[in-house]
């Protein structure tokens, strides 16, 4: 799926077993970041953020200042 906001554009794919929810705010976290430069990162950074918010993962205190920092650039 395509997502676009300012003018930028991704195309993401949907994991297996992932609602659309998920899928789609997943989508809006890594279009959202004002800098897109590793987008393999950015993936990667997604699904434990997806997982931070929907299944309530726990992970280390930078990781989860950075995901946390990261979601305030979503609106």
């Known amino acids: 799926m395509e997502f676009s906001k300012n003018g930028i554009s991704i195309i993401l794919n949907k994991n297996l077993g992932e609602s659309d929810e998920i899928f789609f705010n997943r989508g809006l976290f890594i279009i959202s970041q004002p800098k897109l430069n590793n987008f393999q990162e950015l993936i990667k950074l997604s699904k434990v953020w997806s997982n931070y918010k929907y299944k309530g ?4 205190y930078s990781l989860n200042k950075q995901i946390t920092d990261m979601e305030k650039h979503m609106d």
């Open 57 to 60: 993962c726990v992970y280390s």
